[in-house]
């Protein structure tokens, strides 16, 4: 499965906040979030930084999305 920040850059938005802000406020690296900016995989206790700086939760910041890999559930057809 993919990972999309896309709601967490939204609340951003509508707060006027900037990645900066929030590093800060969460107290997350730099590093961490260049990644999150790539929708790649952070820690949990990074994410849960963050929901507990912004007072939401987990689900308000973060969506998983289905891998184009995986469009067939991981199940292998054999030829019949």
């Excluded at 107290?27 to 952070?42: L, P």
């Excluded at 990074?46 to 559930?73: H, M, Q, T, V, W």
Aim: proline share 1%; with cysteine.
């Amino acid at each position: 499965m993919a990972v999309s920040y896309k709601k967490l850059w939204h609340i951003l938005l509508d707060r006027d906040m900037d990645r900066k802000d929030l590093e800060q406020l969460a107290h997350v690296s730099h590093y961490t979030m260049t990644k999150m900016g790539k929708n790649q995989d952070v820690s949990t206790e990074a994410l849960r930084n963050i929901c507990a700086a912004l007072g939401c939760k987990l689900d308000d910041i973060i969506e998983f999305l289905p891998d184009d890999s995986n469009a067939n559930n991981g199940e292998t057809r054999l030829a019949e």
